[in-house]
């Protein structure tokens, strides 16, 4: 499966962004989805992860109740709501997928698809 992520940009604190990741070249809706992202000089980290379903989610602690994770099958698309923006939250954000009906997971390896990214630059 091919991912594209977009929707990044430079926005103030305190502002919102919406990022999709848009997959293509197998059934979408096979896949556990999630983001993580990258910060320079930073290992990379889990932000969000969701079933195939869209019935389970999960967020790390930096971003829950700020960010919200959601996909529309139909539309072969995930979603990362970003509400509530800090300086801390720029980063290169990334998508990824793995083909299982399984619960979301925050451990990266397990996912065998990633996207290029897209950069989300939050300014004070």
């Known amino acids: 499966v091919q991912l594209q992520a977009s929707g990044g940009g430079t926005v103030q604190t305190g502002d919102s962004l919406r990022l999709s990741c848009v997959a293509s070249?197998?059934?979408?809706?096979?896949?556990?989805m999630a983001w993580f992202r990258q910060a320079p000089g930073k290992e990379r980290e889990f932000v969000a992860g969701?079933?195939?379903?869209?019935?389970?989610?999960i967020y790390s602690s930096s971003v829950k109740g700020r960010f919200t994770v959601a996909r529309d099958n139909a539309k072969n698309t995930v979603y990362l709501q970003m509400n509530s923006l800090k300086s801390e939250d720029t980063a290169v954000y990334f998508c990824?997928?793995?083909?299982?009906?399984?619960?979301?997971?925050?451990?990266?390896?397990?996912?065998?698809?990633w996207g290029r990214g897209t950069q989300v630059t939050v300014s004070s």
């Open positions: 070249g197998r059934t979408f809706s096979n896949y556990r």
């Open positions: 990824a997928a793995d083909l299982s009906y399984g619960l979301p997971t925050d451990r990266a390896f397990v996912y065998d698809f």
């Open positions: 969701i079933s195939w379903s869209a019935e389970d989610t």
